[in-house]
C-alpha cells in the first residue's frame, strides 16, 4: 500500500468533482473455478484498489459526500475463517491504514444507501458484483459523472505510480528475457511460458493478463500450446507481469525459434520496429494517439510496399483502411493498475472523448485509444504485420482494395505468421520516456542473444 495520505488524496479530489451524493465502490469477492472453495487467484477491483489499496476480497467503500464520511464495509474474519486463512490484518488496522474512519458490517451497505440521494456507481463486469447492486435497489444507469471523474483521475499518473508501473515493467522485461533465453527448437509454446509465469511470480507479482505466446503470431491474441517450437519460426511473445502494487507491464517482442531471423524475416521485423520508432517519436502532450495510429500504420504502408507487397500512394493506402490486411487493430491503449486500464469503465470514456468517437471501421474499431495524450499518461506502443490466411483469401476472393494490394506476392506470405514489437511509455513534457530498463529489440540485439543457444 502506499502511504494512507496517497489515497486520501484520492478520495478527496474524487469528492470535490462529484460534488454531491453517495459514491459507491464495491470491491471484488473470491470467484470459484469450479467450485466455490476453489477459486481463481483473488484479484482486487482497480478502482477499488486505487481509492483504499486494499487487496481483500468482500469489502466495499461508501463515500457519503453530503454527510463527509468515508466507510468501509465488510466482516472481521471470524476464527472459522482464520483456520482456513491464517491470521488477517483486521478490518479496523486496514481501514486505519487507508485513512478511512468508519467500518461497518457488510449487511448494513442497504442502510447506508437509503434515502432519495443520488448514489453514484461504476459498470459492472463481475456477476456477483450486479447481483449485490440489485440486492441494494440499484438498478439504474451507471454515473457517467462517476466514471468521466475516475477516468480523468486514473490516467494522470502519479511519480509513485511511475515507479510502481516501472517495477512491473521491470519484471515484464525479466520474463521476455528468460523468454528469449531459454526457447529452443522442440520445446512447447507451453514451456516457455511455464517460465515467464515463473518469473512473474517469483518477482512478487503475477501475470498482468494471460501471456500470449506463439508461433502462430498471425492469431492477434493466442495463447499458449503444445505446439512444438521448430527452426525457421519465430515466436511472437506479448507478456507482462502485475506487481505486488498490482501495477502492470505489457511487453511483446518476436524472435526466431533457431539462431536468427530468416532474411525475409529480418525485412518484415525491421517494418514493424521502424513503425513503432516513428510512432514513439510523434508521443507529446497534445497529440491525437488516432493520428500516432495512422502515422504507424503508414510507415508500415511504406515498407510493405518496399517489399512489393502494397502499391500506390501510402497516405491513401491508410486513409482507405487497405493497410489493415496486414494490421488489423490498434497501436496502443493506457496502461495502469490495469493493463488495458480502466476499460472495464468504457473504452468511450477512456480512449474516446464526446467529440472524438471512436469508428466502426474495420482495423480502428480495434484501436483502443484515439484521443489527445496528456502529460503523465502511460501508454503502450505496439504496431505490428499480421499476415492471417483467412483474412488474405477473403479480401483476396473480393479483390479488396486491389489498387493498393498486390495479392499475388501477399499470397507468398500466407504462412509468414505474424510479428508485434510492443514498449510501454510514460508521456512527458518534452515527449516521452521509455518505461522499465530497455529489452533487447534490434535485430542484432536479439541475435546476439539467440546466438548463444546451445
Ligand atoms: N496484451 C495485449 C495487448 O498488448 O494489448
Ligand atoms: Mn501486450
Ligand atoms: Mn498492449
Known sequence: ????????????????????????LPGNEESGMNF?????????????????GISRPGLCLVIDIDNDQEILFGDEATVDDIVWTGALETLTLQAEKTGVAFTRKKVEVINALAGNRTVHFLPVYRPETSLKLISWGLTGQPSVALIKAIVAQRSVKS??????????????????????????????????????????TENGGYLSFPSILTVNGEILHNHPGNTILQNGQ?????????????????????FPVGHSFTTLQQEVYSIVLNA??????????????????????????????????????????????????????????????????????????????????KSKAFGLKSLRLGKKLEQDFVVTVEPGLYFIPVLIDSWSAEKKHAEFINYEKVKQFRDFGGIRIEDDFLITAAGSRLLGPPLAKTIEEIHAIRSGLK
Do not use: W
Not at 159 to 165: A, H, L, M, P, T
Not at 177 to 198: H, S
Not at 234 to 250: K, T
Not at 327 to 338: E, K, N, S, V, Y
Open 234 to 254: 519465430m515466436v511472437l511473445c506479448d507478456a507482462g507481469a502485475e506487481n505486488n502494487m498490482h501495477y502492470a507491464g505489457d511487453l511483446t517482442r518476436t
Open 159 to 200: 511519480e509513485e505510480e511511475v515507479k510502481e508501473i516501472e517495477k512491473a515493467v521491470g519484471i515484464s522485461v525479466l520474463m521476455h528475457q528468460k523468454a528469449m533465453e531459454i526457447a529452443r527448437p522442440g520445446m512447447t509454446e507451453n514451456a516457455v511460458a511455464a517460465q515467464l509465469q515463473a518469473v512473474a
Open 36 to 52: 466455490r472453495d476453489n477459486t481463481y487467484p483473488f484479484r482486487q477491483d482497480s478502482c477499488f484498489l486505487y481509492f483504499t
Open 1 to 24: 500500500m502506499f502511504a494512507k495520505e496517497v489515497y486520501q488524496k484520492r478520495r478527496n479530489q474524487l469528492k470535490s468533482v462529484i460534488g454531491e451524493g453517495i459514491i459507491l
Open 276 to 357: 513503432q520508432q516513428k510512432a514513439i517519436e510523434a508521443l507529446k502532450p497534445g497529440a491525437l494517439f488516432k493520428d500516432i495510429h495512422l502515422l504507424a500504420a503508414e510507415h508500415l504502408v511504406i515498407g510493405l510496399t518496399d517489399l512489393g507487397l502494397m502499391k500506390g500512394d501510402p497516405k491513401q493506402a491508410v486513409a482507405e483502411d487497405a493497410h489493415t490486411l496486414f494490421f488489423q487493430c490498434g497501436l496502443g491503449h493506457m496502461m495502469g493498475l490495469d493493463v488495458h486500464d480502466m476499460e472495464n469503465l468504457g473504452e468511450e470514456y477512456v480512449g474516446y472523448t464526446d467529440e472524438l468517437k
